[in-house]
């Protein structure tokens, strides 16, 4: 925790050395880079990793600071895990990292910087800091067994039980299961699919990446 909290530092103090309005600071030789995207009529500019390696990725960590007219940074951790999606992280690839927003909606941001602190590519192999990193990979066992669950409970009970165990009030705001269980449901809906099919796919993606030991 204390390495991850100096990258965070050093990021920041990045941040007010440089006069340019985005600033990618990730280490020299990355096999990633970070770009800004506004391709969304309902969001404002967002921050988005690039694959530049010629490996597929699976996870990576980002750590994006905004700073608005009042000299107000905003930081904004970005922890995407493809391990329960159909597809990891192609060459060539963006995919959403962080939002850019000021603290305050009305403020104006003159500068954002960003960095890539972690990667795992679909072989398993890392680049990067791994503590940084450890957030992510330690909570795939909890995802996975609560995922299993969900499609089990859906057999086994039926449908109600299963929308019961997707809503379980005892899942914390910052715990993997609740992570798990919001993502199927905004996802479900964006695509327009039942939230068990969606489940069933995941889980499904999850047991090949498993089978492989990759987690």
Request: glycine share 6%; charged share 20%; net charge negative.
């Amino acid at each position: 925790m204390k390495t991850l909290l100096a990258l965070l530092l050093l990021l920041f103090a990045s941040s007010l050395s440089f006069g340019q309005k985005f600033q990618d600071v990730t280490a020299r030789g990355a096999p990633v880079s970070l770009l800004v995207k506004h391709d969304y009529a309902d969001m404002g500019p967002y921050a988005a990793v690039r694959n530049t390696s010629n490996k597929g990725i699976l996870a990576f960590v980002t750590v994006i600071t905004t700073t608005d007219e009042h000299g107000q940074a905003v930081p904004c951790t970005g922890r995407a895990d493809f391990i329960f999606r159909s597809s990891a992280l192609a060459p060539q690839e963006e995919r959403f990292a962080c939002l850019m927003d000021a603290s305050d909606p009305s403020a104006k941001v003159v500068e954002t910087v960003g960095a890539v602190l972690f990667v795992q590519f679909e072989d398993g192999s890392t680049w990067g800091n791994v503590e940084a990193g450890e957030q992510v990979l330690s909570a795939r066992p909890k995802k996975f067994a609560f995922l299993k669950r969900l499609v089990e409970t859906y057999y086994e009970s039926g449908e109600d039980a299963f929308a019961a165990a997707l809503n379980a009030p005892e899942h914390s705001y910052s715990s993997p299961e609740f992570a798990v269980a919001g993502c199927l449901k905004s996802d479900a809906e964006y695509e327009k699919v039942a939230t068990i099919d969606l489940a069933k796919k995941r889980l499904a993606a999850a047991q090949e990446w498993r089978a492989l030991g990759i987690f």
